[in-house]
């Protein structure tokens, strides 16, 4: 069973960054897709940004400029960093890895942003 654990989230205040880390317990290249989504309170869970294999990295237009996703094939680690964040990016985020139709979601890490 693939094991996705998130760290790295807290309370910030606006403005501010924060660093998510992601660490799968199988080699990341024989994934599909890792990556990042987010579900704020009441909300449906989003994408925030996708790295496909061999391809560019998709990011919601919410967050486009401000959070970078990368993944350090070695340690099978995937990162989120956010920068100029924003009260409205509050949610929990969760990292995933998809192949052949299928999701393995890690736990989900809370990020809050104060005003």
């Known amino acids: 069973q693939v094991q996705v654990v998130e760290s790295g989230g807290g309370l910030v205040q606006a403005g501010g960054s924060l660093r998510l880390s992601c660490a799968v317990s199988?080699?990341?290249?024989?994934?599909?897709?890792v990556g990042w989504y987010r579900q704020g309170p009441g909300e449906r869970r989003e994408l925030g940004a996708g790295i496909p294999s061999g391809g560019a990295t998709n990011y919601a237009d919410s967050v486009k400029g401000r959070f970078t996703a990368s993944r350090e094939n070695a340690k099978n680690t995937v990162y989120l960093q956010m920068n100029s964040l924003k009260p409205e990016d509050t949610a929990v985020y969760y990292c995933?890895?998809?192949?052949?139709?299928?999701?393995?979601w890690g736990q989900g890490t809370q990020v809050t942003v104060s005003s």
């Open positions: 199988e080699r990341i290249l024989s994934f599909s897709s």
């Open positions: 995933y890895a998809y192949i052949a139709h299928q999701y393995y």
